[in-house]
């Protein structure tokens, strides 16, 4: 089994929608959680720190489920700029897991 | 200035040959990474060093050698390369400490397309 695991997608979306990521992962004991953003030949950078209250950033919204062990995004008002591939990263003493990325690609 | 940098940003060679990748980070991290990205797009670790010791080393072939002399360098060599090898390959750098923590994060570097022909 994965450590983490997403669905790739892809997701292709109209500008102005809403658009839900989710993605599990395997550890119980995983401290920490990321999503991180990767442009096509781009290094992924990271998006947004993951906390179990769950936070926003502008149209951003992350959410953690630790019960379930699942993350979500969620993406408000997409942009033709939000196309991109996002990755779900756990952290897991001292190794991050990545999972496969889910793309999407924002539609004009 | 950079904060992980790492060079060349585009590698063409020879099956056989031997080639380095450098990695150098400004952060101040202690822990690096290098991470393998394929044609399908899913990052594999590869190695990861602690104030230069090697902590993590995943199944990878023992002709890829890491080289850390000192914390803020982890360069990457290749010995007898293969067209299986051809993908990019990320180096990374967190800020450290073994057991990890919730301000864990990682930074990139731009990546080293590496293409075997």
């Known amino acids: 089994r994965k450590e983490v695991e997403q669905d790739p997608g892809p997701f292709n979306v109209p500008e102005g929608a809403t658009v839900a990521f989710n993605c599990t992962y395997s550890?119980?004991?995983?401290?920490?959680f990321f999503w991180y953003r990767q442009d096509c030949r781009k290094e992924p950078k990271l998006l947004m720190s993951v906390y179990s209250s769950g936070n926003e950033d502008g149209r951003f919204t992350a959410q953690l489920n630790r019960a379930s062990q699942y993350i979500s995004l969620l993406i408000r008002d997409s942009k033709l700029s939000d196309s991109a591939t996002y990755l779900c990263?756990?952290?897991?003493?001292?190794?991050?897991?990545f999972g496969t990325g889910t793309s999407l690609t924002v539609i004009p | 200035d950079t904060a992980v940098s790492q060079t060349p940003k585009y590698l063409v060679t020879q099956m056989g040959n031997d080639k380095s990748i450098k990695c150098e980070q400004n952060?101040?991290?202690?822990?690096m990474y290098w991470y393998k990205q394929d044609s399908k797009k899913f990052l594999k670790i590869m190695f990861s060093?602690?104030?230069?010791?090697?902590?993590i080393n995943e199944t990878v072939p023992n002709r890829f050698s890491p080289k850390s002399p000192d914390k803020a360098h982890l360069n990457l060599h290749i010995n007898s390369l293969e067209l299986g090898d051809s993908a990019v390959y990320f180096c990374a750098s967190s800020q450290g400490g073994r057991g990890g923590g919730l301000t864990e994060k990682l930074f990139f570097g731009s990546g080293t397309q590496l293409s075997v022909l």
């Open positions: 990263v756990v952290n897991s003493g001292n190794q991050f897991y």
């Open positions: 060093y602690n104030n230069k010791e090697l902590i």
């Open positions: 550890n119980s004991a995983s401290q920490s």
């Open positions: 952060l101040g991290h202690d822990t």
